[in-house]
């Protein structure tokens, strides 16, 4: 069967050369088995990337086609799919979950690395061969279990053209969305304008009625015009494959006019405002050569492309100042000159550049658009960058540049792009699913060139001809100058990948986690970054992943870091971590300065921020040469009053144990010049103060652990009060001190069989819960709220507990399941200092000091805690790497020049305090 199929097909070319092992051959070869032979059955994958997948890479047409060619198909069910599960049956497929019976598993975009089936041939867009970091885990997983890939953007004709691929589909995408993205963006610079009238592409139901759309916007050009502020519209187009094509498809339904590069300054000028003008652009707009004499002798695109690193790029000059827009659908790689830099693109925003949008269809992040630093996506498809600070904002009235770079625009007509692309790979398909993929690779005669050269891996090594990613791989490695482990993958870790990955502090980062799902999601959405599964308890693991890093970030509970502060000063790499500095990890400060290593703590919201802007207020204060009399800082992580009507007006991001503990902790805190000690188990009993900090809010606090120490590291000897403490909203004290008296934090006591809520409540309070309350001191009106809270809570109902679990692990679990954020909702962080100062005249001053952060909407993030945890983290990081920060041992960042720089940095980033100073009038 398998040689009459490959003789049937008329797509046999050459050889490749021949075969040697790459390095990752080896790492798991104890456990690798046989590919198996091909058995002419074809798996067709879920596509799971996000919920606009819904292209196939076979339709029903095309599975009926195999079948009568006598192959078996199994199609994994999918409600998202463009075609039903039915239509599949009815063309002859098998719908079952299960595909791993087939030798070849075709799909659209990348497997999922627990879905990868070993031994197995593999067809997808796999974003591999220019060795991009965020795919760099799927090569590893592909080698490691034997898969033989083959990726589609590779599949090539005898004159090196792709015989596969979506690049028609992506540039109609790409043009329509920028054309309404261009509309979206003049509305928010104030100005309506024609491209309102049309929809984004997945608006519609086939590429025709989008094209019915764009012929309305012309005809609405042709009688109103572009806005006058900025007309006449000019579109810059890139690349001459099918990407561009698609693009200028578009364009070309719009009243048109083709120019030139050599038009474009008089057209800018005084062009039409009633036509859409489109410039095709060519290498020789795009780059020229160094020296100016060769220049002058005329562009010559073989020398450009055999000897790019004689050349510098020019488009920011010769085009850039004079478009409007940019459609970039050309290929690129790193031996040429990027298309626009940071810096150029800051210079032309600057210098009256028209430049408004950029729909940079290639979706290469740090590409031939360096500030493409991130993949936008069919649900949010453009970001406004800003030049002058690097940083994006999804806001169409934000300062900056309109930037698009989702990554799968034929995702928007699904229908179309699944039924051409299945046309093109249906003719592959039988000989590759009777193939034998033990063979080395240029050994593989029993398929075409076209699919051999395609071949990423095979047998547990790169194919000769992508042995180059491995080179790639150490280079981008060099490239991406310091690198960084960040242990956990938690809430906090997003806001710090992303400041490290898009600053300038040239890091590469690792993120390694038990929870190797949560990494690779959060390593694929950033360049320069990957993962790695790791269990901190696995001493030599850790060691050698340290020792490859040049930073470690701790995010991990902080039970952890003390060994993992034994790994990094072993191997004389700086440690960061957020957590408060225990006693375990003091008592390794002499250690980490003799191998002078600096191990910085603390450097989160509270503790962190906090430190910062108290160390700073206080130097302030002592630079006038008055003395602080009174230190108070109230901090806490909340809903937002819009989302906190829910039982005790609290909301949980993780797990609530860590609070419910708190509660069960010891205080002490100076006030009016006398010590107070609250009890361990008594802080919601004895502790609770109303705080009147933001006019509008009810909030009520505690004090935060031993407030004493602090008061010596922040050298505060003459102050009579110093105090930190925790916010809450108004009656969660009340509340938790109820739960407290019946026993649900206890570690000790576990649910019985049968147990419900209602019932262990019951039973700790006697068979009378109100009883119970008022006899332990509470007046009617609190007993009445109580038990409206623990209605809310659930402690009241008929809810299964489960047998064995500690109460305080099951209140934990219920809280978490009725008080978790929900779509939309945000969170608020709030941080308070107050300090009383006496100036050298003898007068008092009040200096107040306010953060109030408000977070993403849920999930999309990140959340205020999130940011304000871990981008303090991350600037702490840039610090040590740029050698800010050059002292050793365990520290904590109370230097008041660290403090300065990084609060100007938080501030930069939207995180900053309002101060405010009132007199105090003297007692009379």
Known sequence: MAAAVGAACSVLRGLQASSTLATLATRHAARRGMAIKGNGIVGVRRETKNRWERRAPLTPKNVKTLVRHDLKVLVQPSNMRIFTDDMYEQAGAIVTEDISEASLIVGVKEVPLNQIVPDRTYMCFSHTIKAQEYNM?????????NVRLIDYERMLDENGKRVIGFGRFAGCAGMIDLLRGLGDRLLGLGCTNPFLAMGYTDYYHSLSAAKTAVQLVGSNMLIAGAPHDFAPIIVAFTGRGKVTQGALEIFEELPHEYITVADLPIVAKSGDTKTVYGVKLQKKDLAAHRDPAVAAKGFDPT??????????????????????????????DNQFPRLLTRDQMKELYHTGGRLTAIADVSADPFGSIEFTEELTTISNPFLVYNPDTGESKYDWEAEGVLLGSVDNLPAELPLEASNLFGEMLTPYIPELAWSDPTKDVPEQLDIAPTLRDAIICNNGTLAPSYEYISELRSQHASDNGRRVLMIGSGLVSAPVVHRLTTSNANASVTVASADYDAALGLASSYAKTSAVKLDVND??????????????????????????????????????????ISDDMQARHAAAKEAGVTVMNEIGLDPGIDHLAAVTMIDDAQREGAVVESFVSWCGGLPSPFDSTCPLAYKFSWSPKGVLLAGLNSARFLRDGKIHEIKPGRLFHDGVEDVAIVPGLALEGVPNRDSMPYKDIYKLDDATTFFRGTLRYKGFGEVMAAVQDLGLLNAETKANDGDTWQ???????????????????????????????????????????????PLIDGLSKILLDRLAYKKNER???????????????????????????????????PSAMALTVGLPTALAVEAILDGTVAETGVLRPTDVQLSRRLLSQLEEAGIRFVETTTPIQPDT
């Not at 510098?312 to 459609?327: D, N, Q, R, S």
């Open 759 to 805: 019932s262990v409540v019951a039973s700790a309070a006697n068979k009378d819960i109100e009883g119970f309350l008022l006899q332990t001191g509470r007046s009617p009106s609190q007993t009445k709220r109580i038990l409206h809270e623990f209605t809310g809570l659930g402690l009241l109902s008929d809810a299964p507990i489960a047998a064995g679990v």
């Open 539 to 580: 001493q030599e693991q850790l060691a050698s992943l340290v020792q490859e890093h040049d930073i470690v970030i701790s995010l991990v509970p902080y039970t952890f870091h003390a060994q993992i502060a034994d790994a990094c000063i072993a191997s004389g790499t700086n440690l960061v971590t957020a957590s408060y």
């Open 137 to 145: 885990p799927l090569l590893d997983a592909m080698v490691t279990n």
């Open 827 to 861: 969170d608020l962080v709030l941080l308070a200092h107050e300090l009383v100062v006496r100036l050298p005249d003898g007068t008092k001053e009040k200096r107040a000091a306010t953060l109030m952060q408000v977070g993403e909407p849920f999930p999309q993030g």
């Open 303 to 332: 020398h450009y492309s055999q000897h790019p690193e004689e050349y510098l790029p020019v488009f920011h000059e010769k085009v850039a100042p004079y478009i409007t827009a940019l459609l970039n659908g050309m290929y690129w």
